[in-house]
């Protein structure tokens, strides 16, 4: 009997734990089983309220600030890239009256060949130089200028140098001296076709010579150079390459009533790949150039400067002040 009950527990219990394992793994669950292969639909997102409007960041590329008063502020030099009728003298009277009013004691060398433009600039004595007579009497005129110019920078810089090798301490910013030279194209141009013969005798080059040391050491003894010419490239304006980091290019044009004038000056400046060498860079300024032309309804100056970011924009109308004599100009509080 003992051995009987042996046997039916060593095969009973087994199959009873197998069958009760088996009747478990059938029994239905809480989870949800799909069927008839119908798969699940899920629940569709709702769109949100506040739909992005892609073009709503795009930021409208004329520029807005005021550049002349920009340009005034700048410790760079700069060079005028504007054809005739471009409104570079106007612009330059609104440039010189901000300067003079952010600091009084600025002392300005204006040079021109042509017109009578600076008329009326009494402010300091010498501040005008009117060049007379035929080209190379100009163009000596001009190199006692330019090189009166270089002389101010050249005892501002042995100073400086005597002071810190005795050990002592610099003396405060002397005043700003801003040598302006306006139809820079037509005189540069002159001097190029001159014999080398005549050039060597008045000693001529130095003009150049002159001109490009101030731009390479003017900035930290506060001597500037402002250059007015019809165009921006260092062929024709003797500007070196190498000088080009301290200056600012500008390029201005508009049309007249009369539809004359034209935007070639700011074309050239943005097309030249030695100014802007990402072409990327040259197609967008292009682009804000045609939108500034096309919202210029009133024919107001439009102009480019490379000063920091380069940047175009409107400039306001300034009829009123061209027909202003600079000293009468300076004087007037509403117009800029």
Known sequence: MTILLTIVSLFFVPALY????????????????????????????KPTNKIQNPKSKIQNPIYQGDILEELAKTN????????????????????????????????????????????????????????????????IQLK???????????????????????????????????????????????????PPKIKAEYDLQSISLHINTIIAKGREHKVHVFLVSQTHLATETGISTAMRRSIALVGQGRLTAEGD???????GIINDSNVFKD??????????????IEVNENNLPIILTTMGKPRIGLLPDLSEIHGYKIKDYLLVEDLC
Not at 86 to 98: E, F, H, L, R, Y
């Open 18 to 45: 197998f069958i009760w394992q088996d009747i478990k793994t059938r029994t239905p669950t809480n989870k949800k089983i799909v069927t008839d292969n119908k798969v699940p639909i899920p629940t569709p997102i």
């Open 76 to 139: 760079l030099h700069i060079l005028f890239g504007v054809m005739s009728g471009g409104g570079k003298s106007t612009s330059m009277k609104v440039i010189i009256k901000k300067i003079h009013q952010l600091n009084s004691s600025a002392r300005f060398y204006i040079v021109d060949p042509k017109t009578t433009d600076w008329l009326g600039l009494q402010l300091y004595d010498d501040t005008v130089f009117y060049l007379s007579g035929e080209v190379l009497e100009q163009l």
């Open 144 to 194: 006692t200028i330019t090189e009166r110019i270089f002389n101010l920078l050249d005892n501002r810089i042995k100073s400086c140098q005597q002071l810190l090798l005795s050990g002592e301490e610099l003396p405060a910013p002397e005043n700003d001296v801003y040598l302006i030279i306006d139809e820079w194209y037509s005189l540069y141009d002159s001097l190029k076709k001159l």
């Open 261 to 267: 004038g034209g935007y070639a000056s700011i074309e």
């Open 279 to 292: 072409s990327q860079k040259r197609n967008k300024l292009m682009k804000t150039l045609r939108s500034a």
